[in-house]
């Protein structure tokens, strides 16, 4: 399919202003069956300095209670929508209309997402043939709504794609996943849209301990570790997300297509690794790290943390425990979220109420 024929593509998640820099949102997952109320969740947003966030689907209740707030969002068009939506523009301009235009301009929408980690290697392969053309028809019913200056259309894909990633110059799509990742990335090419990428060096760690370091996961490792001809990576999370920077300039038009990385996070317990000490020491680095960019794309990388709250009724046992806060609103982990004299220190926190500690 042409360029001109499809059109469109991104996402947007929750942002967490630190020291300055703007590039850190927070994903609201929902699902736990104790989590609080979408209002109450809203303000722990704001409180916190929050600005961005991603929601997986569009949830009124979520997108009423956004109203007025101006953090900025990242919708969601789930999986189980897609193929419903790529039959037909009609159908795409009644969702637009219904989760999108109706809350315009009180909520600050900034990218749909259409689709989550759909990969012709994974349980989701069914649905490949219809992304683009879902993809296609939400953009023209955001142009159609008058939006297309306002809202950018993408998909969050996930490392599944990736069939070599070392060293990350090497980086390269699979050979079955091409057909596939060609046509997104020529519409992303044409609209100019960024490609989502959900990224987690936890994965690739607990699964293969052996030979790559745990301080190498966590931004900790004192030295280089990979030296990749000019280039030297310190942390996994760099050597990742250039891998799939490296495999888009092999796509055509793939190196004018960025990245937004949509998803990253560590879990608190649950599996191999998960603590909280090494989910506090990941989240606490990506933070900081995120505003220098990598070797290959210096500059601050626009990420989501994943995610805002543990969610009970995920499964397995280690999807559960992801979260930044607990479900009554507590902070897990003592990070320090930006605003402009001082810092909020969540540690420190003993209800919705922020306190600010200077920065000496």
Known sequence: ??????????????????????????CYGMLGNNLPSHEEVIQVYKSRNITRMR?????????????????????????????????????AIWWVQKNVRDFWPDVKIKYIVVGNEISPVTGTSYLTS??????????????????????????????????????PSHGSFRSDARPF???????????????LLNIYPYFSYSGNPGQISLPYALFTAPNMVVQDGSRQYRNLFDAMLDSVYAALDKVPGGRYVDIVVSESGWPSAGGFAATTDNAATYYKNLIQH???????????IETYLFAMFDENNKNPELEKHFGLFYPNKQPKYPLNFGVSDGVWDVSAKTNDTAYLRSEM
């Open 1 to 26: 399919m042409s360029a001109i024929a499809i059109l469109g593509l991104l996402v947007v998640t929750s942002s967490i202003e630190i020291a300055g820099a703007q590039s850190i949102g927070v």
């Open 55 to 91: 929601l997986y689907e569009p949830n009124h209740g979520a997108l009423q209670a956004l109203r007025g707030s101006n953090i900025e969002v990242m919708l969601g068009l789930p999986n189980s929508d897609v193929k419903h939506i790529a039959s037909g523009t009609e159908r």
């Open 130 to 167: 219809y992304l683009v053309p879902a993809i296609n028809n939400i953009y023209n019913a955001i142009n159609f709504a008058g939006l297309g200056y306002d809202i950018k259309v993408s998909t969050s894909v996930d490392m599944t794609l990736i069939g070599n990633s070392y060293p």
């Open 181 to 195: 990742v060609d046509r997104v990335v020529e519409f992303f090419e044409f609209t100019r849209a960024p490609l």
């Open 290 to 300: 995120v505003r220098e960019g990598t070797p290959r794309k210096p500059g601050p």
